[in-house]
């Protein structure tokens, strides 16, 4: 994916999740935890994003032969960090679409016990 693509996904990624938490914020006055999440997991691909556009100028995808030893060593550093983020954020979008579950269903019910084990997990 080429990195102009990728900045557009990522953009309009942060438009939708502003106006969604604006909208649920200002206009309907109820702000969830749900909202909060997709605020962290949007975070969480904005750093993710950030370490992608490091590796690519760093010269990932070529080989060894081309890149120096500081490019090496700071491509392994940031492979951990990508690590990292990445399954922060699929840990974030996971609790945010269990938060969003537990919004619209009643909390009595078998599936939002299900829901509380699933996030303490």
């Known amino acids: 994916m080429s990195r102009t693509t990728t900045l557009t996904i990522v953009q309009n990624l942060a438009i939708i999740v502003s106006l969604r938490v604006y909208t649920r914020a200002f206009i309907v006055r109820n702000i969830g935890k749900d909202d909060l999440s997709m605020v962290t997991a949007l975070v969480f691909t904005l750093g993710y994003l950030a370490t992608i556009l490091v590796l690519r100028g760093n010269g990932v995808g070529f080989s060894g032969k081309f890149l120096t030893l500081d490019q090496m060593t700071t491509t392994i550093k940031v492979i951990i960090g990508i690590e990292i983020l990445y399954y922060l954020c699929v840990n974030a979008i996971k609790i ?9 269903g009643k909390n009595g019910r078998p599936l939002a016990r299900a829901e509380h084990t699933d996030i303490s997990i």
Do not use: D, K
């Not at 945010?96 to 619209?104: D, E, K, P, T």
């Open 96 to 104: 945010s679409v269990l938060f969003f579950y537990l919004r619209i």
